[in-house]
């Protein structure tokens, strides 16, 4: 099939949504899976976040978490994909669950998404410059003394660079693009040289029993990088499941992005599950390297977060290579978060396309010249970088990141369960799991929650406590009528966020406070009931076009379609 013809049938999908082109088909196949793999990029999570698995449950532990964690990845994303292929749309996640769970559902999903996005973007771009920038390229490779390096500097470094990757969205969207395809041969040839640098020049006689050797080093065994001492293995497992559920997500992206990709009904199931895929088989050979080429578990544990350092200086690789590594790793790091603002404004602006955000008029509007959501590309950067203002922001922001897309993700899947078969989804696209459809969903839901709730317990403990008076705050403002609940809640639990929190109260009740976790989970349940006695018409957002709203909405595509230039 030809170019103009495959454009020409993605229109008309698109059309018989309830939505015109207006954003351009500028993708290819390898475009979209490589704005996934960019985001995912195993040189960003896959380096900052090995300490989770490792100083959890030792070398073997790593090892095991990543290659258990990537095929519960996997699920999740081929449940994702045969969605994605009957329902092509910008903003993909909120649009599935909207139309096969009801608006509602679609409107927690939509929220749960975006602040997962915002803060791929943010902590990612803290990443860049405290990991990659300030401690690898700086202190560890150039011998920068940066003990000096204090807020400024993060905070002005952190201006420019989310202001150059929103200009990049904005303006120079076609150069964004090439940067991610570029991103995605980088991440694969920058992976294999560190692999074969680390295994070339490594100070010791590689021990291949570490990779099934399992040692329990939570508490100060592991560097207290997790803060309490546990007795049981499959506890430490679980734990150590937050280094696979930060990194190998916000393979979403291929979804959002999927008004700008061309044959989308096969190019964007295929985009999410090969980016995973290969993340998780490359990811898999480099934690290997990681653990094998250490000169000592027992100061690579005491290390604490400092674990990858510790194995980066006692290799013997020459000073030029360690340059030409780091300053790799700071590249693909920076087109991480620059996909990620990407896979962000696609998402914000197509939720408020029908109508589920304040201002939507604005932030559903496209420049005409280029063909972006100016919009809210900028609105994605401040709020981004505003969510960096947080202390302490990498860790909460990284792992919040984490759990909130994954959860975002098994909720179009849990509606897709039920509602498969049914008058909502009776046709299947190209990419079609037949009879292991909904076996795969079930193990996906289960899987999906699964890695979210790994980054429940310390030191991520206030995810979850944010995580429960997000909920109470959505809930609240769903209906008008209850909107001051969800405001108030929403202000009183960001204070509160602030209360210190004392070991006894980690270990028992996962918040920063007993009182406030009773509190939250009964105003929730109070709004729950309030919200869907009162609810009815004032509702926040009126779902995804359906029915006579999409023949409503089609006799408008060609005014639309006609402010575009192609």
Request: proline letters at 3%; charged letters at 10%; one cysteine or more.
């Amino acid at each position: 099939m030809s170019k103009d013809n495959v454009q020409e049938k993605d229109k008309k999908v698109l059309h018989s949504l309830g939505y015109a082109q207006e954003l351009s088909r500028r993708m290819s196949g390898f475009s979209n899976f490589a704005i996934s793999f960019s985001i995912i990029c195993i040189l960003a999570g896959g380096i900052s976040a090995f300490p989770a698995a490792f100083n959890a449950l030792g070398s073997g532990g790593a090892f095991l978490i990543w290659l258990v964690g990537g095929v519960l990845a996997l699920s999740v994303a081929f449940g994702m994909g045969q969605i994605a292929s009957s329902f092509p749309t910008a903003g993909g996640l909120y649009h599935w669950s909207s139309h096969l769970g009801g608006k509602f559902w679609g409107w927690m999903t939509a929220w749960f998404n975006l602040i997962g996005l915002i803060c791929v973007v943010s902590s990612v771009d803290v990443l860049l410059y405290t990991v990659f920038f300030k401690d690898l390229l700086l202190g560890t490779v150039l011998g920068v003394d940066v003990s000096t390096f204090g807020t400024m500097h993060q905070l002005v470094f952190l201006v420019v660079v989310l202001g150059s990757q929103a200009i990049l969205n904005h303006y120079y969207i076609n150069i964004t693009t090439k940067l991610t395809d570029w991103s995605g041969y980088v991440i694969l040839g920058l992976t294999v040289i560190l692999i074969v640098t680390l295994f070339a020049f490594s100070p010791v006689a590689l021990d291949f029993s570490r990779l099934w050797t399992f040692q329990n080093v939570t508490g100060d065994a592991g560097g207290g990088v997790v803060p309490f001492r546990t007795e049981s293995i499959a506890f430490a497992f679980l734990l150590g499941l937050s280094y696979v559920c930060y990194t190998i997500t916000g393979f979403d992206a291929s979804a959002h992005t999927s008004e700008e990709t061309q044959d989308a009904q096969v190019n964007v199931p295929k985009g999410m599950w090969t980016a995973v895929f290969w993340s998780w088989v490359f990811g898999l050979i480099a934690v290997a390297a990681y653990v094998l080429t250490m000169p000592s578990l027992e100061e690579a544990h005491a290390a604490g977060w400092g674990s990858f350092f510790y194995m980066w200086g006692a290799s013997n690789m020459p000073g030029w290579l360690s340059i030409f590594l780091a300053v790799g790793m700071v590249l693909v790091n920076y087109v991480c978060a620059l996909a990620g603002l990407t896979s962000t404004s696609r998402m914000m602006y197509a939720f408020a396309r029908d109508g589920g955000l304040p201002a939507s008029a604005a932030l559903s509007q496209v420049s005409t010249v280029y063909r972006t959501p100016g919009t809210a590309v900028w609105v994605s950067a401040i709020l981004a970088f505003a969510s960096t203002l947080y202390a302490p922001a990498y860790l909460i922001l990284a792992v919040a990141c984490a759990v909130f897309l994954y959860l975002s993700m098994v909720m179009p899947i849990a509606a897709g369960l039920m509602a498969e078969g049914t008058a909502k989804w009776k046709e299947k696209g190209p990419f079609n799991l037949g009879g292991l459809s909904k076996p795969n969903a079930v193990l996906a839901i289960i899987f999906g929650i699964i890695l979210a709730i790994s980054g429940f317990f310390p030191p991520n403990e206030k995810v979850f406590y944010f995580t429960i008076v997000f909920v109470v705050a959505l809930l609240g403002l769903w209906s008008k009528k209850t909107a001051p609940i969800g405001i108030g809640v929403a202000v009183v639990g960001l204070l509160l966020s602030f209360i210190p929190v004392s070991e006894e109260n980690v270990m028992h009740f996962l918040v920063p406070d007993a009182m406030t976790s009773y509190i939250a989970i009964g105003v929730a349940v109070v709004t729950a009931v309030i919200t869907f006695v009162s609810g009815g018409e004032d509702n926040r957002f009126e779902g995804v076009p359906e029915g006579d709203k999409i023949k409503e909405n089609q006799k408008k595509i060609a005014e639309i379609e006609a402010r575009y230039k192609d």
